[in-house]
């Protein structure tokens, strides 16, 4: 089972806009459009913040916004906020070895 | 309002067995999948397996398979993770997820259940 691969750490300051990549294959980030984005601050539960590439939950924030091009997920924060410093975990669908889950390594998002 | 409420902490020695719940309320329990996470102390999220509370359909990691059981008894809307011969390596924390509707994704997440084994 191969994680997802996400950068270990971005950072950006107040107002600014930061993306984070979700890079994965074929048979998982490509193949389908089931790519989700979670936050999680330090001893919490993570939340839900993009779902199936693009879409957000109610009352998640439209600073927000997911995309994905080819085997590549990206989540954008645009208006960067203190309260957005948290980590971020992509996972997608995935069809290899009857894995239906797999999980990105997580970023460390900084606002300096 | 839904909600995932999972039982409480944990400090089990190797070779125990143990089994962690995550109650759904608010919704339609037979009607989401459920999901278990793993997060070991400074570590990220691992994807252990879904089950079906409507008919029981379980899908674990490869990771898992083996190592971790996951039931539901659906007439008191209850997931359950069990181990039967616990390791220090099982020391985590473990979260519980309800898929959303037409979705892969968990939308919904209980508050975490932490699990410390050691002798």
């Known amino acids: 089972q191969s994680a997802l691969t996400q950068p270990a750490s971005v950072s950006g300051s107040p107002g600014q806009s930061i993306t984070i990549s979700c890079t994965g294959t074929?048979?998982?980030?490509?193949?389908?459009?089931?790519v989700s984005w979670y936050q999680q601050h330090p001893g919490k539960a993570p939340k839900l913040m993009i779902y199936d590439v693009s879409d957000r939950p109610s009352g998640v924030s439209n600073r927000f916004s997911g995309s994905k091009s080819g085997n590549t997920a990206s989540l954008t924060i645009s208006g960067l906020q203190a309260e957005d410093e948290a980590d971020y975990y992509c996972t997608s669908y995935s069809r290899s070895s009857t894995l239906e889950g797999v999980f990105g390594g997580g970023t460390k998002l900084t606002v300096l | 309002e839904v909600q995932l409420v999972q039982s409480g902490a944990e400090v089990k020695k190797p070779g125990e067995s143990l089994k962690i719940s995550c109650k759904g309320s608010?919704?339609?329990?037979?009607?989401?999948?459920i999901g278990w996470v793993r997060q070991m102390p400074g570590k990220g999220l691992e994807w252990m397996g879904v089950i079906y509370p409507g008919d029981s359909d379980i899908r674990y990691s490869p990771s898992f398979q083996g190592q971790v059981t996951i039931s539901v008894d659906k007439s008191i809307s209850i997931a359950y993770l069990q181990w039967s011969s616990l390791r220090a390596s099982d020391s985590a924390m473990y979260y519980c997820?309800?898929?959303?509707?037409?979705?892969?994704?968990?939308?919904?997440w209980g508050q975490g259940t932490l699990v410390t084994v050691a002798s």
């Open positions: 997820a309800r898929r959303g509707p037409f979705t892969y994704a968990f939308d919904y």
């Open positions: 074929s048979n998982d980030v490509g193949g389908y459009k089931y």
């Open positions: 608010g919704y339609s329990f037979t009607s989401h999948w």
